[in-house]
């Protein structure tokens, strides 16, 4: 140990160091060393000048030790754009979800991202048709892309090829039965469509879409036992699935079983507090089973949440189903 009595400019650096730290309290009131952030601020202004391989080294190993939140942001971004335009994707991905992470609703960020993700879709696509043409995988996202053109017979055709070289393809006759929907309309029969979403529960007894749909389906038709059972399905299948909650509890108010409804309503109003809906069938249910105080509660939440989201909170219409 070196005596306290010996002149410091007489021990080496690292010694220096080691004695500095024994120090109470050095460690805590010694300034940060700016070297991170002059580092950072290099490899920008090697960014900026079009030498992006030379500042990729640097950002990813000095981004994670910068504090200065504009100087992480425009680190972070010039580390983005040189992973793109370096193919480095993992790089790319990773820091993209970062600064997603950091300065969440940021309008570049989301920008970059929406264009950058679309990006590494086409590429996947593209290396999909080279490698595995054949696959039924390349013919369903051929025939994807079809629907999202508008062309459902075209798609269709696609679909039904897959199921005759394989009929337990997962996903297929869910498709179809999208484009069954499609083709009733508002008033057209759905027992073809119904029929495919029944097939497609078959093939995949875990899609918890496909029940969703069917129970969406006995609900228009006032068939409340069925619309329940296929709906806990849905909730059952995937607990996150917050509308499968909503349509389960309006199914059961329907049928007159306003104790049993009040749950799934109280889980869907958790996960969606922000949406009127839930609040207004939850008051609903309460008025029914005589909770007066929880009803009033629930009316008011819908009321602020209707002002805030003007839109009707009494049906089911907006909420989107997802395969």
């Known amino acids: 140990m070196v005596p306290v009595s010996q002149p410091l400019r007489h021990i080496a650096p690292v010694a220096l160091l080691s004695v500095l730290a024994a120090v109470p309290g050095f460690a805590q009131t010694a300034p940060k ?3 991170p952030a002059l580092a950072i601020q290099h490899a920008i202004e090697l960014v900026e000048s079009g030498r992006c391989a030379d500042a990729v080294p640097a ?5 994670p030790m910068v504090a200065d939140r504009q100087l992480k942001y425009r680190a972070g971004m010039a580390l983005v ?3 793109m335009a370096l193919d480095q994707e993992q790089t790319a991905v990773d820091t993209l979800l970062m600064i997603e992470r950091e300065y969440p609703g940021d309008a570049e960020v989301l920008y970059i991202a929406t264009h950058y993700f679309s990006e590494m879709g086409m590429r996947a696509s593209r290396e999909l048709q080279v490698r595995a043409p054949n696959s039924f995988q390349a013919r369903k996202l ?12 075209d798609a269709a055709v696609i679909y039904n090829k897959i199921l005759e070289d394989n009929p337990k393809t997962p996903g297929i006759h869910y498709r179809l039965g999208q484009i069954d929907l499609a083709k009733a309309g508002a008033s057209g029969s759905t027992s073809e469509a119904k029929q495919e979403f029944m097939k497609e529960t078959e093939v995949d007894p875990l899609n918890a879409a496909a029940h969703f749909v069917l129970g969406e389906l006995a609900r228009r038709s006032n068939e409340w036992d069925e619309a329940v059972r296929y709906f806990s399905k849905a909730a059952t299948l995937d607990v ?8 389960l509890g309006m199914s059961l108010a329907a049928s007159g079983k ?3 409804a009040v749950s799934p309503l109280r889980s869907y109003v958790k996960m969606q507090p922000d949406d009127p809906a ?6 609903l249910a309460y008025s029914r089973t005589g909770d007066k105080e929880g009803a009033a509660r629930e009316m008011a939440l819908q009321v602020k949440a209707a002002a805030s989201a003007q839109r009707p909170a009494d049906t089911l219409e907006g909420h989107s189903i997802h395969p």
């Not at 950002?59 to 981004?63: A, I, M, Q, S, T």
């Not at 996150?240 to 349509?247: I, K, N, R, V």
Request: hydrophobic content about 30%; glycine content about 10%.
């Open 142 to 153: 051929e025939a994807e892309s079809l629907e999202s053109q508008g062309k459902d017979e």
């Open 81 to 83: 754009r040189c992973a």
């Open 59 to 63: 950002l990813k190993r000095g981004l």
């Open 278 to 283: 839930g609040h207004y069938q939850l008051a």
């Open 258 to 260: 306003y104790s049993e």
């Open 240 to 247: 996150g699935f917050s509308e499968a909650y909503l349509a």
């Open 33 to 35: 060393s700016p070297l």
